[in-house]
């Protein structure tokens, strides 16, 4: 949906100021900022939510596993009685198949979030590692460092090296 939007204020800012204009965005399928953020954030809640469910239902339950037959004794039950639950085996493949899912998800949800971070800290290590690659070039007078394979004042030709089949014979 993000993308969408994006691509429609790129459309409109290049109606508004002409086609050769500056870009809005560099690339509008990538999440940055904000919506990086609102991404993260929300994984996050969906994990809470679902380990929530998980804990709750293996607790009320006491682990996922439903008695067919309870005794009751609260009000307005006079004694102890039989109390029999309806269906209990489809119930506990129905609860067993809605805890799978939901720690299917958890699990989903947690390599998703160390795929986003683990690749932002690669772009911002790659970011860096860049930055320091380009100033090792240049002196603090800000003249460029001489090629190690350039020597000054000799010329050589530019030509290209010669095939395989020219070479061998």
């Known amino acids: 949906m993000h ?4 691509e429609d204020r790129e459309r409109k800012h290049k109606l508004k100021y002409g086609e050769n204009c500056r870009r809005l965005y560099q690339n509008t399928g990538k999440k940055r900022g904000g919506l990086w953020w609102t991404y993260v954030l ?9 380990a929530t469910f998980v804990y709750l239902l293996y607790h009320i339950y ?12 609260q009000k307005p039950c006079p004694n102890k009685v039989d109390c ?14 809605m805890v799978v899912t939901s720690l299917a998800c958890i699990l989903l949800s947690i390599f998703e979030i160390l795929y986003l971070v683990g690749k932002r800290c690669r772009e911002c290590f790659t970011a860096v590692h860049h930055s320091c690659h380009i100033n090792t070039n240049t002196m603090s007078s800000g003249s460029n ?14 030509t290209p090296a010669p095939s395989y089949s020219v070479a061998i014979s």
């Not at 929300?42 to 679902?50: A, R």
């Not at 001489?146 to 000054?152: H, P, R």
């Open 3 to 6: 993308v969408a939007y994006r």
């Open 145 to 158: 460092l001489m090629e190690s394979n350039t020597i000054k004042g000799k010329n050589t030709p530019e």
């Open 62 to 73: 006491e682990g996922y596993d439903f008695p067919s037959l309870i005794k009751c004794e």
């Open 84 to 97: 029999f639950i309806a269906r209990p085996t489809e119930k506990r493949i129905f609860t067993i198949f």
């Open 42 to 50: 929300t994984l996050l809640f969906k994990i809470g939510v679902d």
